[in-house]
């Protein structure tokens, strides 16, 4: 309970000096969420409010500029992308999908298509690709994800 405080505070503290930072440019949100994924390697979610504030823009705003880039993201690990297009979905890529979201909860997100679909099933993990997925090799990738 006392680690989450303390990391809302560090995160917060982090937040306003990167808001300093660039409040004055034209254009800023781009550059303050740039600058806090790199300080944090995400943005947390409890800091939206903060950015919006301290940018003069609205919570919509800073969250779907969040959500439109792939480079960003609210959850702490891998970023992990499954192909749920029609090649990798004929390939198993449900059973992928639903392995994915066990382990790591957040960060797992269903897209449709990676561009290879003749290697399918294929996923993603903080943009290294992987073709000719399975389950055992999924497992592997993960726990390897999340022991760094
Ligand atoms: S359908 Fe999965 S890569 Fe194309």
Redesign the pocket.
């Known amino acids: 309970m006392s680690n989450n405080i303390n990391n809302t505070e560090r995160f917060h503290s982090i937040v306003e000096t990167v808001i300093e930072r660039h409040r004055h440019r034209p254009g800023a949100l781009l550059p303050v969420l740039h600058d806090i994924q790199e300080a944090l390697g995400f943005i947390p979610s409890a800091t939206v409010g903060q950015i919006a504030g301290g940018l003069n823009l609205s919570r919509a705003e800073v969250h779907g500029v969040i959500s439109f880039y792939h480079d960003f993201r609210y959850a702490p690990g891998p970023q992990v992308r499954i192909?749920?297009?029609?090649?990798?979905?004929s390939m198993g890529?449900a059973a992928l999908l639903s392995q994915a979201t066990e382990i790591l909860g957040d960060g797992v997100e269903p897209?449709?298509?990676?561009?290879?679909?003749a290697?399918?099933?294929?996923i993603d993990i903080s943009h290294a690709y992987h073709?000719r997925m399975s389950q055992e090799k999924l497992a592997s990738l993960l726990a390897r994800e999340v022991a760094a």
């Open positions: 192909c749920m297009g029609e090649a990798c979905q890529s897209v449709y298509c990676l561009g290879n679909c290697c399918a099933p294929n073709g």
